[in-house]
């Protein structure tokens, strides 16, 4: 089963960029959907961003801001953040799913890793 690892997280003030990375410790990420997903303290997970063999995803709060880069058919995939509010703090993690509206609405198919902290400053 595909493992994942997420890092390259930090703190940055509002108007920054951070690119964290997602990568596979075993496995693959070949055939498979890739999302992002943040949760922010006292508040549920929610969806980010996904990418499949070209195609993307993202959710309205991060569209313009946010974009997904690496090769889905390799070991490492990155959430490119830019103009960075405060509102996007958050642990931000990464998993795998079989199709894209699935993984939109957070149907996963890997273990959840450790996530990477991001915290934009105003």
């Known amino acids: 089963q595909v493992r994942l690892i997420e890092s390259g997280g930090g703190s940055v003030q509002a108007g920054g960029s951070l690119r964290p990375a997602c990568s596979a410790s075993?496995?693959?990420?070949?055939?498979?959907?890739i999302g992002w997903f943040r949760q922010a303290p006292g508040k549920e997970r929610e969806f980010v961003a996904a990418?499949?063999?070209?195609?993307?995803r993202y959710a309205d709060s991060v569209k313009g801001r946010f974009t997904t880069s690496g090769d889905s058919a390799g070991n490492t995939v990155y959430l490119e953040m830019h103009s960075l509010q405060p509102d996007d703090t958050a642990m931000y993690y990464c998993?795998?799913?079989?199709?894209?509206?699935?993984?939109?609405?957070?149907?996963?198919?890997?273990?959840w890793g450790p996530g990477t902290q991001v915290t934009v400053s105003a």
């Open positions: 075993a496995g693959t990420f070949r055939g498979y959907v």
């Open positions: 990418q499949s063999w070209g195609t993307t």
């Open positions: 998993n795998i799913g079989y199709a894209l509206s699935a993984v939109q609405a957070q149907q996963v198919a890997g273990n």
